[in-house]
Antibody, heavy 126, light 107 residues
Framework: EVQLEESGGGLVQPGGSLRLSCEAS????????MLWVRQAPGKGLAWVAN????????NYVDSVKGRFTISRDNARNSMYLQMDSLRAEDTAVYFC???????????????????WGQGTLVTVSS | AIQMTQSPSSLSASVGDRVTITCRAS??????LGWYQQKPGKAPKLLIF???NLQSGVPARFAGSGSGTYFTLTISSLQPEDFATYFC?????????FGQGTKLELK
């Protein structure tokens, strides 16, 4: 079964650090771009970061640049999010997401976020 | 960033009803839009990709339409397992942006 499983969430004080992990099963991680998406309590979803197949390309939302680092270990079929200098506004459920190449009936290609993990809760509070 | 405006934010309906949810993009995004179902504590599930293509294994009562800036998700005959939250996601560019979600509740 194709699935993603996040771990590493928890309660941390402001200014602290956490490292989230995302383990892939049922597919070869190295073939895909991957994303982290978060959902703050009572709020909508928001893209946080993404990473290319071999880890050389990375992008971040402005609010986490310089504080969060996305990485991957394809040999372990895993992706990570190192979160430093955490703030209260980083409190959220963090989802690991696979970005796949799909084509429609006309043969046009699309990037599709097709597989999501269940999420891991990060709470930043004193 | 492209803004996705989803409506309604909540919807009450009965089993067997037909419901429609809409997403508007702040700029044209071709057909680069997906629809997802989310249940509490579960992974979001892809229903529709490229605006109107049914994901494998998803029941045919789910249908998507639209292109450019206006998109709809229609559930033709609600089943008990369909009561959940639905959201749209634009895959046109980064940052990926999402609709605010529609909570579909049993009337």
């Amino acid at each position: 079964e194709v699935q993603l499983e996040e771990s590493g969430g928890g309660l941390v004080q402001p200014g602290g650090s956490l490292r989230l992990s995302c383990e892939a099963s049922g597919f070869t991680l190295s073939r895909y771009w991957m994303l982290w998406v978060r959902q703050a309590p009572g709020k909508g979803l928001a893209w946080v970061a993404n990473i290319g197949h071999d880890g050389s390309l990375k992008n971040y939302v402005d609010s986490v640049k310089g504080r969060f680092t996305i990485s991957r270990d394809n040999a372990r079929n895993s992706m990570y999010l190192q979160m430093d200098s955490l703030r209260a506004e980083d409190t959220a459920v963090y989802f690991c997401v696979r970005d796949s190449d799909y084509s429609d009936k006309s043969g046009i290609h699309y990037d599709v976020c097709d597989i999501w993990g269940q999420g891991t809760l990060v709470t930043v509070s004193s | 960033a492209i803004q996705m405006t989803q409506s309604p934010s909540s919807l009450s309906a009965s089993v067997g009803d037909r419901v429609t949810i809409t997403c508007r993009a702040s700029q044209a995004i071709r057909s680069d839009l997906g629809w997802y179902q989310q249940k509490p504590g579960k992974a979001p599930k892809l229903l529709i990709f490229a605006a109107s293509n049914l994901q494998s294994g998803v029941p045919a009562r789910f249908a998507g339409s639209g292109s450019g800036t206006y998109f709809t998700l229609t559930i033709s005959s609600l089943q008990p397992e369909d009561f959940a939250t639905y959201f749209c996601l634009q895959d046109y560019n980064y940052p990926r942006t999402f609709g605010q979600g529609t909570k579909l509740e049993l009337k």
